[in-house]
Nanobody, 120 residues
Framework: VHLVESGGGSVQPGGSLRLSCAASEFIYTAYCMGWFRQAPGKEREGVATIDSDGVTSYADTVKGRFTIFKDNANDTLYLQMNRMKPEDTAMYFC???????????????WGQGTQVTVSS
């Protein structure tokens, strides 16, 4: 299983970034996929998930600012991040599991991560 993230970078507070995660077709269509993040010295935390039926779930800290969605044409998962805050700074990871869970430890498949920095 290969999950490959891209799209990280630096942005000013209030700005936007879009992360991408390319996955094999089987994972993309049959599994729950999610975005997690980990800041230095902190545990990895869930950001958003989308299951195989397209049902989404968001952490309270990003609700209304971030959107998780899929592009079925190219088997790619996205995370659109708007109105970003310094506390969004972290390494962001794409993950997949047969079902959606809240804990990062329940996801067996992970990408390599992409760094997101929000700073003025």
């Amino acid at each position: 299983v290969h999950l490959v993230e891209s799209g990280g970078g630096s942005v000013q507070p209030g700005g936007s970034l879009r992360l991408s995660c390319a996955a094999s077709e089987f994972i993309y269509t049959a599994y729950c996929m999610g975005w997690f993040r980990q800041a230095p010295g902190k545990e990895r935390e869930g950001v958003a998930t989308i299951d195989s039926d397209g049902v989404t779930s968001y952490a309270d800290t990003v609700k209304g600012r971030f959107t998780i969605f899929k592009d079925n044409a190219n088997d790619t998962l996205y995370l659109q991040m708007n109105r970003m805050k310094p506390e969004d700074t972290a390494m962001y990871f794409c993950a997949a599991s047969r079902y959606c869970y809240d804990r990062a430890t329940d996801y067996p498949y992970w990408g390599q991560g992409t760094q997101v920095t929000v700073s003025s």
